[in-house]
């Protein structure tokens, strides 16, 4: 059983940074795609940013690039979201999540999921 546990968030004033973390366990972390995605209170759960196998690509939700970077550990079984000049509009619970092999863009493609970690941007 794969376990996914997020960690990281809190609240940060608007231009601030987070590091969001995720641990994960229960099977080979080097086989999954892994990827972060975000539902703010109201709204659909949206995609944020995903990393392939290896760490070595990254894709990014137009709204994060420039601010966000994904990266991986495979030696930790860990991923990670770097999150500068943050915004408002990025208050949301943050999720990571892993499906094999290939990366995703769509929520539903994805296996596991982790129980997420609340990120809260103030003005």
């Known amino acids: 059983q794969v376990q996914l546990v997020e960690s990281g968030g809190g609240l940060v004033q608007a231009g601030g940074s987070l590091r969001l973390s995720c641990a994960a366990s229960g099977h080979t972390f080097s086989n999954y795609a892994m990827a972060w995605f975000r539902q703010a209170p109201g709204k659909e759960r949206e995609f944020v940013a995903a990393?392939?196998?290896?760490?070595?690509?990254?894709t990014y939700t137009d709204s994060v690039k420039d601010r966000f970077t994904s990266s991986r550990d495979n030696a930790k079984n860990t991923v990670y979201l770097q999150m500068n000049s943050l915004k408002p509009e990025d208050t949301a619970i943050y999720y990571c999540a892993a499906r094999s092999k290939v990366r995703s863009l769509i929520a539903t493609d994805y296996d596991y999921w982790g129980r997420g970690t609340q990120v809260t941007v103030s003005s």
């Open positions: 990393i392939n196998l290896s760490g070595g690509s990254n």
